[in-house]
């Protein structure tokens, strides 16, 4: 009987103290979609935090709310956790990390360096590996206060932007388990997307904005930025990163616009649509010099072409992939000359020639900016055109236009 009467008071106990000790109630949460970090005159962290209003975004009969889906302030501190921890003197809920979208950079910030923000974002259980990170040229918390039409929340917008919209384009994305990646290994560079706000960005924060057909201010994806360890090193331009997802192999879909002649300056130009495709990298060392061949497979779809072609024709499907191939190859070979000059391996040419070449790779490896600069590359594309649509010949073909 006594051994019940203990079993009983165990349970009891039990249950009465079941539960978790550090819980916070679903309504008392500020659930964050961005942050920018940005740094003062006097090199304090400025946060700024954009946080969800979930009232605001509920669906309702007869119309949205005419209350802002997002609310924006800022923070400062000596630290980053020292900036966090004064946000609770203006936000009236804890503030939650979890579903944070996107985290934008400050170029000020990239120049001073991304060590301290590394560092906070792996100590904290609530950080999310595939966030995003973007860089702006200016202040990074204005990107946050431009309110954007075809998504309620600003910050969920920009994470579609760099995400599911960068698998159509050549663009070269970064999230935040990538960035750190990178950062660990002493011999490659990073890569940041730059994120712009181009127009007017005044008014932009205001619900008034969104009721125009046209938007004055857009938020854009441009340059591309480059990182040794943590600090920022320089600007790619727009073009001159046309060419690195072909070699890292990223490249999911993109359009390819050529001339039917061959001739970047001819008005009669085409558009092909890659679907598909493969880069091998093959590294090579001979009496002491670097080699890198990049080989190139495409496959995809002609999509539009004002050209006067027999499409019926292999002959003239060979050309077309020929001036294709050419356009590639100049991609490539324009982003290595630029990022060759950086002495920034963001090509992951360093990787290649350690797993070729482990013995070389200890004398490589200790002067590797020297040896990256002075690569040799030769880029082998090989493009195959597998359908032209729902017309064998062109319009202008089919329509008599003489050539």
């Not at 994806?221 to 073009?239: P, Y």
């Not at 490249?251 to 649509?273: A, D, P, R």
């Not at 880069?279 to 002491?288: R, V, W, Y």
């Not at 200890?362 to 040896?371: D, F, G, Q």
């Amino acid at each position: 009987m006594k051994r019940w009467i203990i079993l009983l008071l165990i349970t009891f106990m039990l249950v009465v103290n079941s539960g978790c000790s550090n819980h916070i109630e679903l309504n008392k949460l500020g659930i964050i979609s961005a942050i920018a970090f940005d740094l003062d005159e006097s090199n304090q962290w400025v946060l700024t935090f954009q946080i969800i209003i979930p009232k605001s975004i509920q669906s309702k009969s007869g119309g949205g709310s005419s209350q802002s889906p997002v609310t924006v302030f800022s923070s400062k501190g000596k630290t980053i956790q020292e900036a966090i921890q004064k946000s609770d003197l203006e936000a009236p809920r804890h503030l939650f990390f979890s579903h944070t979208q996107v985290i934008i950079i400050s170029q000020r910030v990239a120049r001073y360096g991304v060590n301290q923000i590394v560092d906070a974002y792996l100590r904290s259980y609530e950080s999310r590996e595939n966030t995003n990170v973007l860089l702006s040229e200016g202040d990074a918390k204005n990107v946050l206060e431009i309110l954007t039409p075809l998504e309620s929340i600003p910050g969920n917008a920009i994470s579609n932007l760099v995400g599911e919209q960068a698998d159509l384009t050549n663009l070269v994305p970064s999230k935040m388990h990538e960035l750190i990646s990178t950062m660990t290994n002493p011999t490659a560079s990073s890569t940041v997307p730059e994120i712009k706000i181009t127009g007017q960005r005044e008014g932009q924060n205001s619900l008034d904005a969104l009721k125009e057909t046209r938007k004055s201010t857009v938020l854009k994806l441009d340059r591309v930025g480059v990182f040794k360890e943590d600090k920022f090193a320089g600007w790619l331009s727009r073009n001159e990163s046309f060419g690195i997802p072909w070699i890292t192999n990223q490249i999911k879909k993109m359009t390819i616009v050529f001339s039917c002649e061959g001739e970047t300056l001819s008005e009669n130009l085409s558009s092909f649509l890659v679907d598909k495709s493969h880069t091998n990298l093959k590294p090579k060392i001979s009496d002491g010099n670097l080699f890198m061949t990049v080989e190139i497979e495409a496959k995809g779809n002609l999509n539009e072409t004002a050209c006067n072609l027999k499409l019926k024709e292999p002959k003239t499907l060979h050309k077309l992939e020929t001036y294709i191939q050419e356009e590639i190859k100049n991609d490539v070979e324009d982003s290595f000359q630029a990022v060759k000059k950086m002495k920034a391996d963001i090509l992951g040419f360093g990787d290649k020639f350690h797993k070729s070449y482990p013995q070389d790779w200890k004398e490589l490896s200790k002067n590797w900016e020297k040896e990256f600069a002075v690569i040799s590359l030769d880029v082998k594309v090989h493009v195959t055109i597998r359908r032209t649509g729902m017309i064998n010949d062109s319009f202008s073909k089919l329509s008599g236009k003489k050539e």
